[in-house]
Nanobody, 119 residues
């Protein structure tokens, strides 16, 4: 069973930064893609950023230029560096790891970490 453990959430003022970490219980090379999702109260979970095994990254438009996703394969950890945070970034952030068996995706999720941006 794969475990994803997130850390790094908290409460910050607008304009500040936070770094989220997601530690996987096995090599992140075993996943096709890893990503960060977020879910704000009353809203659907949305993809924030993703990174493939080859290092290709993808971001939702609202965080481009402010967030950076990266990975440390030796530590089996994926990071989300969040800068210039805005109140609308407030949400529970979830780490996701996805593997494909044939064409069928299999998703693993972390427990979530709260990020609150408020003055």
């Amino acid at each position: 069973q794969v475990q994803l453990v997130e850390s790094g959430g908290g409460s910050v003022q607008p304009g500040r930064s936070l770094r989220l970490s997601c530690a996987a219980s096995r090599s992140i090379f075993s996943f096709n893609v890893m990503g960060w999702y977020r879910q704000a109260p009353g809203k659907q979970r949305e993809l924030v950023a993703s990174i493939t095994g080859g290092g290709r990254t993808n971001y939702t438009d609202s965080v481009k230029g402010r967030f950076t996703i990266s990975s440390d394969n030796a530590k089996n950890t994926v990071y989300l560096q969040m800068s210039s945070l805005k109140p609308e970034d407030t949400a529970v952030y979830y780490c996701n790891a996805r593997s494909f068996i044939a064409i069928v995706p299999r998703d693993y999720w972390g427990q979530g970490t709260q990020v609150t941006v408020s003055s």
